[in-house]
């Protein structure tokens, strides 16, 4: 009896943390971005802009920027918004090309996520 009590318990609390929405959206994604992920665009942006799903950590917040050669083209170190679910980063003066986003933040629970994306400056 002990044992299928013990059982129980285990399923009820497996089944609580299963379903708690802390855990189950634990990782911090992107949300949205400006520029956006594929974009072509004809002004260059002065900045980029990542929100994303749950708040980061500022301590851990990485956002770089590079053109198509592979030169870090941001103007100074990211910031995170006072509610930490904004991620941004200044760029230098953009000419027309290719530039690649890459990020890396971690979530106020530990949990660590990156990626990257790209975007076009036409310059027209």
């Given at each position: 009896?002990?044992?299928?009590?013990?059982?129980?318990?285990?399923?009820?609390?497996?089944?609580?943390?299963?379903?708690?929405?802390?855990?189950?959206?634990?990782?911090?994604?992107?949300?949205?971005?400006?520029p956006t992920a594929g974009a072509t665009i004809n002004a260059a942006p002065a900045g980029v802009e990542i929100h994303f799903?749950?708040?980061?950590?500022?301590?851990?917040?990485?956002?770089?920027?590079?053109d198509g050669g592979g030169a870090d083209v941001t103007s100074g170190p990211p910031s995170v918004s006072k509610d930490g679910i904004t991620l941004s980063v200044q760029l230098k003066p953009l000419a027309a090309g290719d530039y690649t986003v890459k990020w890396s933040v971690v979530a106020e629970d530990s949990h660590r996520t990156e990626g990257s994306y790209t975007f076009t400056v036409t310059g027209h």
């Open positions: 009896m002990r044992a299928l009590r013990a059982s129980w318990i285990a399923i009820v609390a497996a089944s609580l943390l299963a379903l708690s929405p802390r855990w189950a959206y634990a990782h911090a994604f992107p949300s949205s971005e400006q799903d749950n708040p980061i950590e500022a301590m851990f917040a990485r956002l770089q920027v590079f």
